[in-house]
C-alpha cells in the first residue's frame, strides 16, 4: 500500500468559470480517482487548509506526494516548502505536474530557474516513450495524443535530468522533455509536464497510467539513512611524519 | 510473480575442491536460494545443458536472467549469446554478476572492453552505497562489509552508468563501481560485482537482498514495443518547391 | 591542431544523378569543406580504398574520425570495424553522422540494435538546443530549421545518452533525440542526425558549426591509459584466519 | 583567453598559525599562481572586500569562477549568492572547491543538502580517474595520491552528477565521489574536493592540472540564451471544434 496525497492550489476551479467546468471539485478529485485504490492510499490537501494540509504528521504518513501549483505558487508559506524538502531529502517521493515547475518547492531541488517557453492556443501534444524500458512507461503505447493542451517548449531550465522517458512534439513546432526524473537525497522526483486546468487532460487514461506509474516508481527505497558529519575510522590509520 | 532464471556456466565447482567445498551444488543453487520465492518464480540453467538451457521457450518465459560465468564464458555459443541479446533488448531484464563482467553477452551489451583490475588476495571489500534513493539499495545499510573477496578495480572499462548505486573499497588501495545499471533498448541490466567462487558471498544476506533488489528493478516495463522502420507521417506535410 | 578523417563510403554519390548534384566530389569532400582548417587538419577516406583508408598508420594519427555510410554499411571490413572500436578504446573521437546509426562500428559500440522509424518525405526538421551549456552547442541559435530532410523518428535504439544537446522536431509528427554523445573507453563518440544524401545539409552553416564543435568536444583527453590486470597492492592486506 | 576569478572567504589563513604557515598569502594566491597564465587570465577576490569581490562588473567578466569557502559561508551576502547564481544560469562556469560543497551558492545550485561524512586525521587519499575520456582527466596519471587529507565520505549529498571523473579511497575505509559534474542553465558546474586549509594541496602538481582542465571545461559555451516565456507558434495551429 503506497501513501499518497495529492495536493492541490485550488484556486482557478474557484475563480474560472472555465476551469470549474471540467473539474467542479477540484484537480485533485479528478487526480486521485485517477489513481485509484489498487495499491494506493489517496488523501488530498489544499492551500487553504491549515500548513496547506502538509502538517508534519501527514508529511510523515506520506509515501509519495503529488504538487499541482499554478497562480499560488506565491502563497505557499516558506516553512511548509522546507518541510516538503527535508521529506524528500529523507525518503518520500515527489510528483510534481505541469505548472508546478515554477512552484517554489520544484525550483529548490532543481536549483534552477526552471522557465520554458508556453502559449494557450489549444494546440495538439504528441508524447512519445524514449526510454521503453523504463517502469514509468509500462502499459503505454509508443505514443499517445492530448488533442488540446497548453504548449511547453525547450529550452526547459532544468538539471540536466537523470532519465528522459517522454518527449513532447507540439504542433505549433516546439518540443519538450515532458517526463523526466530526479533522485535527489534518499528521494526521488518525477515530474510529468501536461495538465493545464482548462482541459480534461487528467481524465484521460494514458496520462492516469503515467501517474499511477510515477507514483510506484517514486516510492521510498527503504535504504538505511546515510550517517552524516564527524566519522570515526573503520580501518587503521598510519602515523604520518 | 518474477520469473527468474538463474545461469552459471558450474564449471569450477566440478574441477576446483577449493570451490566444491564453498559451493557444493553449484553457486547457481546458492544464488536461487538467496532469492527465495516470496513473489519469485525461480529456477536454474547452466552451461552443459542443451542450448546451454537457454532455449527460446526459456528465455520467452524469464523475466529476469541472472549470469554468472568466469572460466567458460568462450564455450558459450555465439547463437545463444544472440538470443539472449535480442531477448533483453525487447524487455528481458539481465543481472550480471562479478567475472561476467568478460562475458559475450555482458561485452556486446556493453559495446567496450569491459576490462579491469583484479588480485585474488584473500582481501577485505567496504561496499558504500551512493544512491540511497534507488530501489536496489532498499533493505541496505549505508555500507556493508565481505572480509574476504577478490578485488576488482578502476578503471572499469564500461559506459557510463545510468544509475551507480554502489561503489567498493578495497583493503589493498583500489576502488570500484560495484552495483551499476544500463537502459538497453526495451531491457534493463544490473551489473552486481561481489561473487568470486572461492568466497561464501552468495550466503551473504546484504547481498542476497541486493540480488533481490536487483531482480525486482530488472523486471520488464510492460511498455509497448516501439515501430522501428518506414513510417507513415501523422500530419500533414506542405509540398515543398 | 587537430587531426580529423572525414570517413564516406562514397556510393549514393557515384550512382544516382540525384545525389551525385548534390555532392558531386561526395558527401566527405564538402564536409571536409565545411570543418575548414582553423585547428583542424582535415583529410578524408573512402571505402574502395585499401583498408578503406583506414590504415593503423591513419588510425593512429588520427584525432576524431567522422564516419558517413548507408547502401555501404555491410561492404566494411570486419577487421577495420574492429581496428577502429580498438583506437576509440584507447582514445580517438568518433562523429558519426545520419545513416552512420546502422554501421557495424556504430552498433558494435553502442551494443544495441540502433533502428529508428524514418521517412523519405522531404519534410521540415527543427532542431532545437536542450543543453545550452553544451559546447557542441556553441555558437548556435537556440533552434534552426532544415527546410528539408528525412525523417527519424524515435524510440531510436540506443543506450541512454550520457548528454543529449539537440532533441528535432519533424513536420509529420515525430521527435528525434538528435545529438547524443557517449563516452566508451578512453574516447568519446557524437552522434549528429541530419545529413541525408539528397539533401544539401552540409551545406548549411549550423550544421558545420555542430560538427566543428562535435570534433572539438571529441578531440582525445589525454588522460594516462589505465592498467588492466592482475593488479599489486597498494596497500598493505592483512592476513585473515 | 579565459577570464578566471579564484574566490576565498581568507580566514583560516589569518586566523590559524597551522594554516598560515601553509598558505600565507592565502589559498587564493597559491590556487592561482598554480593555474598560471597559459591561456588564463587570472584574479582574485576575497570575503572581505565590497560585495566581496563579486560586483556584477566583476562576474560579467569573468568567464570561471572558482569558490574556496568553509568558516565563513554563512558570512557571504545572499544577495551576491543571487548574483553568482544568476550568473552561472547564464552561463559562467562554476568550479566549487572542498569545503565549498557547503557554501550557499553550492547548496543553492544542488537543491540538495550537500552533507558527508569527514575527518582531519591526515590519513591518505588516493584519487582514482573513472572517466578517462574526460577532460578534466587530460595529462593525469590513473590515480595519484595526496599523502595527508581531510576525508570526506559517502553518501556525499548531491545530484547524480552528469559525469563523475574522480572517485577517491581514504586510508581510513571510506569512498567519496571527488570529481563531479553538473549542467545547469547555461552554465557548468565541477566539484572537486581535495584541499583541506592545513596541508599544502594546492602546491600539488596533479591537483593544478586538475583545476586547469576543470577551468578550461567549464568556460561558457558560446550557445544563444534561450528565450523564455509567452512563444508564438512557429507552425500553422488547426482550429479545434
Known amino acids: 500500500m503506497i501513501k499518497v496525497t495529492v495536493w492541490n492550489e485550488f484556486l482557478h476551479e474557484n475563480v474560472?468559470?472555465?476551469v470549474k467546468k471540467v473539474y467542479p471539485e477540484g484537480i485533485h478529485k479528478v487526480i486521485a480517482e485517477g489513481i485509484g485504490?489498487?495499491?494506493f492510499m489517496v488523501r488530498t490537501a489544499t492551500l487553504d487548509q491549515p500548513e496547506h494540509g502538509l502538517s508534519e504528521d501527514v508529511l510523515a504518513n506520506t509515501d509519495v506526494l503529488i504538487w499541482w501549483g499554478h497562480m499560488g505558487h506565491d502563497k505557499v508559506e516558506d516553512e511548509i516548502v522546507e518541510r516538503v524538502h527535508a521529506r524528500v531529502m529523507n525518503?518520500?517521493?515527489l510528483v510534481v505536474l505541469h505548472s508546478g515547475h515554477f512552484s517554489k518547492i520544484f525550483k529548490k531541488l532543481m536549483g534552477t530557474g526552471c522557465d520554458l517557453k508556453w502559449r494557450e492556443a489549444g494546440e495538439?501534444?504528441?508524447?512519445w516513450t524514449v526510454n521503453p524500458a523504463h517502469p514509468i512507461a509500462g502499459g503505454l503505447?509508443?505514443?499517445?495524443?492530448?488533442?488540446?493542451e497548453e504548449m511547453y517548449g525547450e529550452h526547459f531550465d532544468?538539471?540536466?535530468?537523470?532519465?528522459t522517458i517522454f518527449i513532447s512534439w507540439f504542433e505549433g513546432g516546439e518540443v519538450f522533455r515532458s517526463g523526466v526524473t530526479f533522485f535527489r537525497g534518499q528521494g526521488k522526483i518525477f515530474y510529468f509536464r501536461p495538465g493545464h486546468e482548462t482541459y480534461p487532460t487528467y481524465y484521460n487514461e494514458?496520462?492516469?497510467?503515467?501517474?499511477?506509474?510515477?507514483?510506484r516508481w517514486a516510492a521510498p527505497s527503504g535504504a538505511a539513512a546515510p550517517v552524516r558529519g564527524n566519522h570515526q575510522p573503520l580501518e587503521a590509520i598510519q602515523p604520518k611524519s
Chains 1, 2, 3, 4 share one sequence.
Not at 143 to 148: C, D, N, R, T
Not at 158 to 163: L, T
Request: glycine share 10%; hydrophobic share 25%; net charge negative.
Open 16 to 18: 474560472h468559470e472555465e
Open 37 to 39: 485504490t489498487d495499491g
Open 91 to 93: 525518503g518520500m517521493g
Open 124 to 127: 495538439k501534444e504528441r508524447i
Open 141 to 148: 503505447p509508443e505514443f499517445f495524443e492530448l488533442p488540446q
Open 158 to 163: 532544468i538539471p540536466s535530468p537523470d532519465e
Open 206 to 215: 494514458n496520462v492516469r497510467q503515467v501517474l499511477r506509474n510515477g507514483i
